[in-house]
């Protein structure tokens, strides 16, 4: 496929991710569950093949954490509390996918920032579930966990760029908001539409981020390298 072509491929994808998330959300405030069943599932899917279409070579670990949301939307979608739990599981691994594709892309190299930030969401992480505890039940240690995990991907994508820290703390604000459904806690004026645009915009800046910064370091590598300069050898002239 050309570039041209390719690059056209990537604009109708996004074009169709963000139709897609508009009529989820639309589903949402108008209360109409098949279409909000219908689009749910195809969200990360779309953005993926979106990704995969705007770089030629992608980074490998953003395909996985896409396409394992994508599981982890559907799994939810399910409801019950295996379906739940095996959704939590899904969307555990995303994080690990994205923790492992920051800290290789060198988020963790300013040591002294990187500090700072985890120092911050730390404190955040601790607050949340100290509030949340008394009302998880059996729920307590899978979400506390899931929540680090959680935590990790705000921490790391803080050090890619802003787009991608924006995109991790959305996604911990997102989670947040499901974590005092689980509590019992009373719930904001359109809870699930909160949840679940926060949750849209953070996958597409974590995603959209990646991509930027990957051609970034892909622009500066080819820079950086030598260039080798061929001299033809010089022929003796003759009469």
Do not use: N
Not at 146 to 154: I, Q
Request: proline fraction near 4%; aromatic fraction near 6%; hydrophobic fraction near 50%.
């Amino acid at each position: 496929m050309t570039i041209s072509r390719r690059l056209r491929a990537a604009r109708g994808l996004l074009s169709t991710f963000a139709a897609t998330s508009a009529a989820h959300l639309g589903a949402i405030v108008t209360g109409t569950t098949a279409l909000q069943h219908a689009t749910k599932p195809a969200l990360m899917p779309l953005l993926a093949a979106h990704s995969l279409a705007t770089a030629e070579r992608a980074p490998k670990l953003l395909t996985p954490a896409l396409l394992l949301s994508a599981g982890g939307d559907l799994l939810l979608q399910i409801g019950g509390d295996t379906a739940f739990l095996a959704g939590m599981g899904s969307f555990a691994a995303a994080h690990v996918c994205y923790v492992t594709m920051f800290v290789k892309r060198g988020a963790l190299e300013d040591r002294r920032r990187s500090a700072v930030v985890a120092a911050a969401y730390a404190a955040a992480w601790a607050a949340m579930v100290s509030q949340l505890w008394p009302g998880l039940g059996d729920l307590k240690i899978p979400v506390a966990v899931y929540s680090l995990l959680l935590a990790s991907t705000a921490v790391t994508s803080a050090g890619l760029g802003r787009r991608t820290g924006l995109g991790g703390a959305l996604f911990l604000l997102s989670d947040t908001l499901i974590a005092t459904q689980l509590a019992g806690w009373r719930e904001l004026p359109g809870h699930e539409f909160w949840i679940m645009s926060t949750y849209i915009v953070a996958q597409y800046l974590l995603a959209s981020g990646t991509l930027k910064a990957h051609q970034t370091q892909e622009e500066d590598s080819v820079a950086d390298e030598p260039v080798t300069r061929l001299s033809a050898p010089v022929q003796p002239t003759g009469r």
